[in-house]
Structure formats: structure tokens, C-alpha cells
């Protein structure tokens, strides 16, 4: 049955999500990797698409900005249509002065500002982590793509905050989390990790890099932002169909 926010019926869903935050890249990831890709929902503008990727199924689906909007669509799709992993790929802020604009983060952990998980259990500060074997296959692939010349930039694994404010950061914040070895930020990871947690499934961000937070030299123009995730896409559909 359709859920509140996802008009799709059982079956409508591969087991495998890739989940970009724009509904509009969605689409284009859609029409870019599927074999006949159809729309499976498209409730408030969250475009979803199901297609397979050689003869493999696999579904894309925005998820909207933030850990609130996130969290309504993996939660249903985890608890109603039978998802087993869900990936997303999105773009994040560098952070760590080993990370450049053009690369990408596969997120093995992230850090929050957010009370997303801090009521999952009463009394513990929550690890919000990837799923190892996903992070593994995506860190595979990119080893086998940087040996074939097959990647725009370099690729990190590491941990990652996940904000609730784009705009406002306290004074100091984000030189500490360098110096602690954080990579990136953006606003959904850690909310999809505690609900994959929840549910015994499985998830995983990869990130490109469209700007830094200590050096905005190379930010990435708005263009830029929507056709630089090449590298990201090929890791993530690596691990969605590992």
C-alpha cells in the first residue's frame, strides 16, 4: 500500500535505493544509469524510479534536504517496500585539508549536531556508522577505477559530520573537527545510519566534494554541482549491487 509520502505499491522498489538529496538529479541518474527506468512515486515532487543496471534492479530516489526529510523516506522505504540498502549520494563541504573540491568521501561513520538519535536508546551517545560490507565493496571500486584511470579525483574514507544548519556554524567549530580528522560535512547521513540501525538494514553516503569550508578557491559553480558525481555514481552503484 502507499505510504504517506510515497505513492508506490510492493514490488515498485528494487532491494537497492540510491538516494541523491535533489529529486531533479534523481531523475537524471535515473535516465543516465537504468535500462527502462519507470516512476514509482513522485508525491510533493520526491521523484522515484526503478530500472535495472545489467539485468541487476535497482531503484533512485530523492530524499529532500536534511535529516527530518530523509529520514521519512528511508524509514519508509525500509518499513514498507522490502528496501534492503539504501546509498546516498550527494554532495558534501570539505573539511579536512586532505580533502579537495572533485573528490569524493566514502562516509564510514558521522558525527552529528542533531537530536536524530539521541532518543534511540536512553543514556548512550549513539555511533552513527556505515554499513561495513557496503563501504567496503564502494572502497573496492575505487580502487579498481583509480588503477584504470577512471576517477575525477581522489577518493577518502572516513568519518564525516552531518549538520542541522547549512548557514549558521558555532565560531571554531569546524577547525576542531578538522584537527579530529573529520572529512566532510552535509545534513543526512547520520539520520540514515541510526534508522538502518533500526531497521537491521543497510546504508552508506558517498559524497562528492563541491566545496571547502577552509579554502572556498575551487567551490564548484551550481552547474558544476549537478554533473560532477560521475565518480560517486560508479562507487555507488558498486555497492548497491554488491
Not at 543516465?32 to 530516489?61: A, K, Y
Not at 581522489?154 to 542541522?164: E, L, P, Q
Not at 559524497?207 to 567551490?219: G, P, W, Y
Request: glycine share 10%.
Amino acid at each position: 500500500m502507499p505510504t504517506p509520502h510515497i505513492r508506490a505499491h510492493s514490488g515498485d522498489f528494487a532491494p537497492a535505493v540510491l538516494m541523491p538529496g535533489d529529486p531533479k538529479r534523481a531523475e537524471r541518474i535515473a535516465t543516465l544509469i537504468l535500462e527502462n527506468p519507470r516512476l514509482v512515486t513522485d508525491i510533493r515532487g520526491m521523484l522515484g524510479f526503478t530500472g535495472t543496471v545489467n539485468g541487476h534492479p535497482l531503484s533512485i530516489m530523492g530524499s529532500g534536504m536534511g535529516q527530518p526529510s530523509a529520514s521519512i523516506y528511508a524509514t519508509e522505504l525500509f518499513s514498507h517496500y522490502d528496501v534492503q540498502r539504501i546509498i546516498r549520494i550527494g554532495t558534501a563541504g570539505g573539511i579536512s585539508p586532505n580533502v579537495a573540491v572533485g573528490d569524493v568521501v566514502i562516509a564510514t561513520g558521522a558525527h552529528t549536531d542533531s537530536a536524530m538519535n539521541q532518543l534511540r536508546i536512553p543514556g548512550v551517545n549513539f555511533s552513527a556508522v556505515a554499513d561495513f560490507h557496503l563501504a567496503q565493496a564502494a572502497w573496492e571500486e575505487s580502487q579498481r577505477a583509480a588503477a584504470n584511470g577512471q576517477l575525477d579525483g581522489k577518493v577518502h574514507a572516513g568519518t564525516i559530520i552531518s549538520r542541522d544548519h547549512f548557514y549558521f556554524t558555532p565560531e571554531g567549530q569546524t577547525e576542531k573537527l578538522a584537527a579530529h580528522g573529520v572529512l566532510a560535512v552535509e545534513m543526512e547521513a547520520a539520520a540514515l545510519y541510526g534508522i538502518a540501525a533500526h531497521h537491521g538494514t543497510q546504508a552508506l553516503a558517498i559524497l562528492t566534494v563541491s566545496d571547502h569550508l577552509l579554502d572556498h578557491s575551487s567551490d564548484m559553480s551550481a552547474q558544476e554541482r549537478e554533473t560532477r558525481f560521475q565518480s560517486a555514481l560508479k562507487l555507488a552503484v558498486a555497492a548497491a549491487l554488491s
